[in-house]
Every structure is written in structure tokens, then in C-alpha cells.
């Protein structure tokens, strides 16, 4: 996990990143969002220590195959391994 940060950090110029949650908070207030922004989190895994991780993805996955096609699923599958550190991913 600490290598997609590090690798993340570099693509984003150090620009969206918070070191806690108050620095998350005070950085959250001062932005200006219009439609073309997203707010995304790639540290979940230790917040939800007590969730298997397997069958979180294995349920994912099924859900998704219900209103994807098998491509679409795989990549938001593989995203989700590598967020929730199932798959090592270098930059």
C-alpha cells in the first residue's frame, strides 16, 4: 500500500494528499468542488480491519457481474485488490 501512496503522491504533485483526518477536514473546507471533482480514499483497509477481506471482494465481484460486463468487472475488481492490498502494484 505504501508504494501506490508514494506513487500516487508523485503523479498528484503532493496536492490531495492529508496527513490525518483534521488536516483532511481543514484542507475539505477550503476547497472550492464543482462537478468535475472526486473525492477518493485509497486508505480503507485499516479502517475496516474486521471485514474479510476475500469475501468482501468475492461478493463485489458477483454484484458487479449482475450490471457489468465480465471486462468492466475485472478492472474494478483488480483496482479494488490492489486498494485493499490482495495485489502488490509498482509504479
Do not use: V, W
Amino acid at each position: 500500500m505504501y508504494k501506490t501512496a508514494k506513487g500516487l503522491n508523485i503523479i498528484l504533485d503532493n496536492q490531495c494528499t492529508a496527513i490525518n483526518s483534521d488536516t483532511l477536514a481543514n484542507d475539505l473546507i477550503k476547497f472550492k468542488l464543482d462537478n468535475k471533482h472526486r473525492l477518493l480514499t485509497l486508505d480503507i483497509k485499516d479502517l475496516y480491519i474486521n471485514i474479510p477481506i476475500q469475501e468482501t471482494i468475492d461478493i463485489t465481484r458477483t454484484l458487479l457481474l449482475m450490471n457489468n460486463d465480465r471486462q468492466t468487472t475485472n478492472q474494478i475488481i483488480a483496482l479494488f485488490e490492489i486498494i485493499l492490498g490482495k495485489t502488490n502494484f509498482l509504479f
